[in-house]
T-cell receptor
Framework: QKEVEQDPGPLSVPEGAIVSLNCTYS??????FMWYRQYSRKGPELLMY????GNKEDGRFTAQVDKSSKYISLFIRDSQPSDSATYLC??????????????FGTGTQLKVEL | GAVVSQHPSRVICKSGTSVKIECRSL??????MFWYRQFPKQSLMLMAT?????????EQGVEKDKFLINHASLTLSTLTVTSAHPEDSSFYIC????????????FGPGTRLTVL
């Protein structure tokens, strides 16, 4: 079993829809949770970063963490064609002085259609 | 802020040659840099963790003699693929952690390596 599970999609939605992307994880040591967006042939771009359980909102994006269920989500409101990309969840364990290793999900490919 | 660059963005080389990829943190100091490879439609696979001034820590299954990593300064890490073979063709991405805030990473744009 992978430490982080993420449905690879592809997920196709109409413009303006609310998108829900999810990851589950098995390692209870994970404390830091991130969502990255990756366009084709580009490096991942950090979208959201959360530490504790609960919701965090940034514009059209809301990240949700439920540590008791080991489940994280990213919601995109009013989705746009420019949101079409692969969304990767990532997480890491206890903070260390030298930097944390990230464990990534496989990524969900999202396509927002006109 | 938190911009990471990579050079070159794309490289094509002959089998048996060595290729060096540079990763720079442009506006911050990166005590730790990470090197990943990514195959098409797959997630990022961590190859090694590079700490400034010390030897890199390689993940299991990654050949340290084949993938040489140097992190000589707080803003520069290099990955050298030695004696490259077609199976080394991949998308190589580096990332850097902010000094004093090591809970997340910022990624470079990636380098696409094609070995003929």
């Amino acid at each position: 079993q992978k430490e982080v599970e993420q449905d690879p999609g592809p997920l196709s939605v109409p413009e303006g829809a609310i998108v829900s992307l999810n990851c589950t994880y098995s390692n209870s040591a994970f404390q830091y949770f991130m969502w990255y967006r990756q366009y084709s042939r580009k490096g991942p771009e950090l979208l959201m970063y959360t530490y504790s359980s609960g919701n965090k909102e940034d514009g059209r994006f809301t990240a949700q963490v439920d540590k008791s269920s080991k489940y994280i989500s990213l919601f995109i409101r009013d989705s746009q064609p420019s949101d079409s990309a692969t969304y990767l969840c990532a997480m890491s364990a206890k903070l260390t002085g030298g930097g944390n290793k990230l464990t990534f999900g496989t990524g969900t490919q999202l396509k927002v259609e006109l | 802020g938190a911009v990471v660059s990579q050079h070159p963005s794309r490289v094509i080389c002959k089998s048996g040659t060595s290729v060096k990829i540079e990763c720079r943190s442009l506006d911050f100091q990166a005590t730790t840099m990470f090197w990943y490879r990514q195959f098409p439609k797959q997630s990022l696979m961590l190859m090694a963790t590079s700490n400034e001034g010390s030897k890199a820590t390689y993940e299991q299954g990654v050949e340290k003699d084949k993938f040489l990593i140097n992190h000589a300064s707080l803003t520069l890490s290099t990955l050298t693929v030695t004696s490259a073979h077609p199976e080394d063709s991949s998308f190589y991405i580096c990332s850097a952690g902010l000094a004093g805030r090591m809970d997340t990473q910022y990624f470079g744009p990636g380098t696409r390596l094609t070995v003929l």
